[in-house]
């Protein structure tokens, strides 16, 4: 949490909560492609397209134009995958704002592809539910 001084004369430096959350992470191996048609998949179409328009050309004429998006994105992730049936699984929930997408295209390079968050407008949470099947 971030906090705010409110320190004087008698106690320099004092500060209080000011009850602002702050998360924030990166997740790389962001580009994944449908092994058939060799498009990106759907997540990976918005993630990019919060930087950048895409143009789709079907290849008979028509364009299809697809501006940049400022729309919320939410991270839903599952913190401990693989639990016997009677254990826990915990899912992480937040809205997040994309930050930075930095991604490297050397022709010698791996392709590296990888992208920074921070906690966006909204409540995040923790959700648990018992693994049944």
């Known amino acids: 949490m971030g906090s705010v001084d409110v320190g004087d004369d008698c106690d ?3 500060t209080i909560s000011d009850g602002m959350l702050t ?3 990166s997740l790389a191996g962001l580009f994944r492609y449908d092994d058939v048609t060799q498009d ?5 179409d918005v993630i990019v397209n919060r930087f950048l328009d895409i143009i789709e050309d079907d290849g008979a004429g028509t364009y299809t134009l697809y501006p940049r998006s400022d729309a919320q994105i939410y991270l839903l992730t599952l913190l401990n995958s693989g639990g016997k ?3 826990t699984e915990n899912y992480l929930f937040v809205p997040i ?4 997408l930095s991604m490297s ?5 791996p392709q590296n592809k990888e992208l920074s968050f921070s ?7 923790i959700y648990k539910v018992p693994v049944s099947v």
């Open 12 to 14: 320099p430096g004092a």
């Open 23 to 25: 998360i924030t992470g």
């Open 40 to 44: 990106f998949d759907n997540v990976t």
């Open 85 to 87: 049936v009677g254990t």
């Open 97 to 100: 704002n994309i930050t930075s």
């Open 105 to 109: 295209l050397g022709n010698a390079d």
């Open 119 to 125: 906690k966006g407008c909204g409540q995040p949470i």
